[in-house]
């Protein structure tokens, strides 16, 4: 047996096979033969016992629907038990039958449906790139030249200077590189920060310029870059477009050499 | 400017379908816009009905011209879509659609059954179908192809379910009208024949004159 290979039909439950018999059999379901489907039906069974297949209970249900049909029509109409209010609907032959046709109908949908689901796969909507303006205007901006940020610093040293109080003595608490750091950290929050922000908490020239260097330094490592949206207005800081270097990199390189050699100059 | 056009515009350029009502509140927003166009104030208060005629202008105007693209409308929101026969080289280009698998054939059938019966109870689907629907139908509800749309208000009050609007994106579909065969299919009414070609001749027994007259079988048979 095990050399034989047996190809069996798959079948989606009783009312399937019913409909597969009877489009062998090339007849309307309203004119099928229930009787010659019942022993159809049952040897089916038969074979899908033989082959050790798993029958589902609805197949069992179903054979014996077909068994009492056949059963029956066995007997002369004139002799069968005449069932209680008994009508037209409940005419076992006809319920079969009704449930067959609807069956067919929706199997039918069905093959329909997987039409559409297959030419649905071929179909490509139209996704157009976004459309955005905002992103042109920044790249039309020019870059701020050293001497436009020199201005800018010196102006807000100017307005630190106002506010310095020179009875207060206080130790140098920042570094250029807690700066980079800082600014790092800050530009990866918000992409965009304005230059007069950067210093809007400086409490001191140093504090200044450490800000200052760092920016500078950040700036010549192509970390980040300025740009001015206007004629005399606010220089914007924004991330540079991505480098090889790594801001962690670039921090860990500066830490041990400029800022010991610059702290001397700010004294 | 002619509505067509305008419509044909955005579409063209919109990141996504688009349905009635938005297409009119774009309208009306771009009339009422402070530095509004002449052009854009007669659509300020376009109706729907009227969006609706201006677009099948549209899609009839593109199907006549024959173009490798057509403007759809799937589930109530209108885009522009390639011709499934360019499909070769659209997958080419961006690579396989990212669909998920295809459906099975009992997952089909009963996603059918309720597309055209809804709102349904699990029960009658698996009226119509002969065999249990709850592998099929758990399926079917992961995917959100269906979903429970309320209780039937009978004895044990068990859900009912409807198709979403997935469903009519997955299979391409305008609306549940666009079904095929949806009247018909909504409540089958099959017509019982004059008579039912049930018996062989060869089988049936013999007619009730012919055993009334034969003593060898009694009517103790009852």
């Not at chain 1, 067919?104 to 790139?129: H, M, T």
């Not at chain 1, 921090?251 to 001397?264: D, F, K, R, Y």
């Not at chain 2, 002969?130 to 079917?140: E, P, R, S």
């Not at chain 2, 979903?147 to 004895?155: D, L, N, P, S």
């Amino acid at each position: 047996m095990s050399e034989y290979k047996v190809k069996f039909e798959v079948f989606e439950g009783p009312l399937d096979l019913l409909l597969h018999l009877i489009k062998k059999d090339e007849v309307d379901i309203y004119e099928v033969n229930l009787t010659t489907l019942a022993t159809q039906f049952i040897e089916y069974i038969e074979v899908m016992r033989k082959l050790d297949l798993e029958i589902a209970g609805e197949f069992l249900v179903m054979a014996s629907t077909l068994m009492f049909i056949k059963s029956r029509e066995l007997l002369p109409v004139d002799q069968q038990v005449e069932v209680e209010d008994e009508d037209d609907t409940e005419d076992p032959r006809w319920e079969l039958i009704r449930q067959l046709v609807e069956y067919k109908k929706f199997k039918d949908a069905a093959a329909q449906l997987q039409v559409f689901e297959l030419e649905q796969e071929n179909i490509f909507p139209r996704v157009p790139g976004k459309l955005d303006f905002a992103a042109v205007r920044a790249v039309a901006r020019p870059e701020v030249s050293i001497f436009d940020l020199l201005n800018a610093v010196n102006a807000i040293l100017k307005r630190v200077h106002q506010r310095d109080d020179p009875r207060d003595i206080f130790d140098d608490k920042w570094s250029v590189s807690e700066k980079i750091e800082y600014l790092i950290k800050l530009i990866s929050e918000k992409s965009r920060v304005k230059f007069s922000d950067l210093f809007g908490d400086a409490t001191s020239r140093s504090e200044v310029v450490c800000t200052f260097l760092a920016l500078l330094e950040l700036i010549r490592l192509k970390q980040l870059s300025c740009v001015q949206g206007e004629h005399f207005g606010d220089i914007d800081i924004t991330r540079a477009a991505p480098q090889s270097l790594a801001p962690e990199n670039s921090v860990g390189e500066i830490e041990g050499a400029p800022a010991p050699i610059l702290n001397p100059q700010l004294n | 400017m002619e509505l067509k056009f305008i419509l044909e515009a955005i579409l063209f350029s919109a990141q996504k379908a688009l349905s009635l009502k938005e297409l009119r509140d774009l309208l009306a927003a771009t009339a009422t816009a402070e530095n509004a166009e002449d052009a854009a104030r007669p659509f300020k208060k376009t109706s729907e009905e009227t969006l609706l005629a201006a677009l099948e202008q549209l899609q009839k105007e593109h199907a006549d011209a024959a173009r490798s693209y057509r403007l759809a409308c799937v589930a109530g929101a209108w885009q522009f879509v390639t011709q499934p026969e360019f499909s070769p080289w659209l997958i080419a280009l961006v690579g396989q659609k990212n669909r998920p698998t295809r459906l099975s054939q009992p997952a089909l059938e009963t996603l059918a059954i309720v597309a055209y019966r809804q709102p349904i109870t699990r029960a009658e689907i698996e009226q119509v179908r002969g065999v249990a629907v709850d592998g099929v139908m758990q399926t079917l509800l992961e995917r959100g192809l269906v979903e429970q749309t309320g209780r039937a208000e009978v004895i044990g009050r068990p859900a009912l379910y409807g198709t979403t609007p997935i469903f009519l994106e997955y299979f391409g579909l305008r609306a549940l009208e666009d079904l095929p065969a949806a009247d018909e299919l909504r409540r089958i009414v099959v017509e019982k024949p004059e008579t039912l070609l049930t018996t062989d001749p060869g089988l049936a027994t013999a007619p009730p004159e012919q055993l009334n007259e034969s003593p060898a079988e009694p009517a103790d048979v009852m």
